[in-house]
C-alpha cells in the first residue's frame, strides 16, 4: 500500500465547516496560506527553466544517452514534471477560501488540513529529489568542465542545474515552514465524517527529520573507497596576514636543524698489528643534495645510443631514394630524433612537404626529371623556413 503523500490518484476529502469551541488564531492560519499561494504564485522562473531542461534532453539525447550526469539529469526532468503535475496550489486556494473572513468560528474540518499537509509532504518530497539528482548531475559536469573535456557542451547544462538547484533548495526549506506552521493548528480543527487517513498513518511531527535535511548537503559528493587522513602541522595554517610562504619555510628549516641535532658521529674501528684498537671519528656534517637537472635531460640519459646513419636529401636522385628517404625522415620525425631534416618545421608544414614528394615519386618523369623537381621542393618547403 503506496503512503498518502506517494499517491499520486489520492482524492481532496469533500468540503464541510463545523464550529470550533477552541480558540483558533484564523489570522494566522490565513496569512500562512496567502503566503503560500504567494510564493507558489510566482514560479515562473522554475517552470521555464524545466521547460529548456525538457528541450536540452530532447536535443541531446542520442549524444549524451550513456553519460551518468546525463541520466541524473534527466531525473531532474522527471522531477520538475512531477511538480508541474502536482498543482498544490489549487488545493492551497481551496482550502483558503474556506476560511472564515468575519468573526463566525466556522472553519474547514480536520481531514481538510490533513490533505494540504499531505499535499506538503509530497511537494517536499519532489523538491529534495530535484535538489539531489541536480547537485549530482552538475558534479559530473563541473568536473568535465575542469578538464576541458567538451566544455561548452558541460556549461551549459551545469549553469540550468545550478539554477534548479537554487530555486528547489528555496522551496524546501518554505515548505519545512509551511508544514510546520499548518500542523500547529491541526489539532485545534474539528473531524466530521469518515476519517481521511488510514488508521495506522501517522503525519510526521518533524518534517525536517523527516527528510533528513541535516545531511542533505552531503548527499551528492565523492565518497572515495580509499581515505587517507593526513595530520597537518599548526606552523603550516595560515595567519590573518596571509604568511603561509613563510610559515613552510620556516618548518622546512626546523626539520633540516632537528635532523642535523638527531645525527651522532660515527665511529669506525680499525685493527692494528700492535693489536692498539685505533678509532677513527668520521663525522658527517654535510649532506650532498647533488644537482637539480631537467626532465628533459633526465630522459636521456635512458635513451639508447643512436646509430649514426647517413641520411641526407642530396642523395636522392631516382624513386626508390626518394621512397627510402621519405621512410627514414617519417622515422626520425616519430621518434623526435636530432638525424631528421625537419625537426624545424611545423606539423602542417611537413604535411605540406610530404605531399608534394608523394605527388613526385608518383610521377611518370624520368630520373633527371626527379632530381631536380625535388631540389626544388626541398629548397621551397624545407629549406627556406630555416
Request: glycine fraction near 2%; hydrophobic fraction near 35%; charge should be positive.
Amino acid at each position: 500500500m503506496l503512503e498518502p503523500w506517494n499517491d499520486a490518484s489520492i482524492l481532496p476529502p469533500p468540503i464541510h465547516t463545523s464550529k470550533c469551541n477552541s480558540d483558533v488564531d484564523v489570522r494566522q492560519l490565513s496569512h500562512t496560506c496567502k503566503n503560500i499561494i504567494k510564493v507558489l504564485s510566482k514560479q515562473s522562473p522554475l517552470h521555464r527553466e524545466a521547460a529548456i531542461c525538457s528541450r536540452f534532453l530532447y536535443k541531446f539525447d542520442k549524444k549524451f544517452r550513456n553519460d551518468i550526469g546525463y541520466r541524473n539529469f534527466k531525473k531532474v526532468n522527471t522531477a520538475l514534471r512531477k511538480y508541474l503535475g502536482l498543482n498544490i496550489l489549487k488545493d492551497i486556494e481551496s482550502f483558503h477560501s474556506v476560511l472564515p473572513t468575519d468573526d463566525d468560528q466556522y472553519l474547514p474540518t480536520r481531514q481538510m488540513l490533513e490533505y494540504v499537509l499531505v499535499r506538503l509532504l509530497s511537494f517536499s518530497k519532489i523538491m529534495e529529489r530535484i535538489c539531489v539528482c541536480s547537485k549530482v548531475a552538475a558534479v559530473f559536469y563541473l568536473d568535465r568542465v575542469k578538464r576541458g573535456e567538451s566544455h561548452w557542451m558541460s556549461l551549459m547544462p551545469f549553469a540550468l542545474l545550478s539554477r534548479v538547484w537554487s530555486m528547489s533548495t528555496v522551496l524546501l526549506q518554505h515548505s519545512c515552514n509551511w508544514y510546520t506552521n499548518l500542523q500547529s493548528f491541526l489539532d485545534k480543527l474539528k473531524l466530521k465524517g469518515l476519517n481521511f487517513l488510514p488508521a495506522d498513518y501517522m503525519l510526521p511531527n518533524n518534517i525536517e527529520e523527516w527528510l533528513d535535511m541535516k545531511n542533505l548537503d552531503n548527499v551528492g559528493r565523492f565518497q572515495w573507497s580509499q581515505k587517507k587522513d593526513i595530520e597537518i602541522d599548526q606552523s603550516l595554517v595560515e595567519d590573518e596576514e596571509g604568511d603561509t610562504f613563510d610559515n613552510i619555510l620556516d618548518f622546512v628549516n626546523q626539520i633540516n636543524e632537528n635532523i642535523l641535532e638527531e645525527e651522532e658521529p660515527m665511529t669506525i674501528s680499525v685493527p692494528d698489528k700492535t693489536k692498539d684498537a685505533k678509532t677513527l671519528q668520521v663525522t658527517n656534517t654535510a649532506v650532498d643534495f647533488g644537482e637539480k637537472i631537467s626532465r628533459d635531460i633526465f630522459k636521456n640519459f635512458f635513451k639508447p645510443i643512436e646509430e649514426k646513419i647517413i641520411h641526407t636529401a642530396e642523395r636522392v636522385t631516382n624513386k626508390d631514394s626518394l621512397n627510402k628517404f621519405m621512410l627514414k625522415e617519417e622515422k626520425f620525425r616519430n621518434e623526435n630524433s636530432n638525424q631528421s631534416l625537419t625537426k624545424h618545421l611545423s606539423f602542417m608544414q611537413w604535411q605540406a612537404l610530404r605531399s608534394s614528394l608523394l605527388a613526385l615519386q608518383e610521377s611518370l618523369s624520368n630520373n633527371r626529371k626527379i632530381e631536380k623537381r625535388f631540389k626544388k621542393i626541398w629548397q621551397e618547403k624545407c629549406l627556406d623556413y630555416k
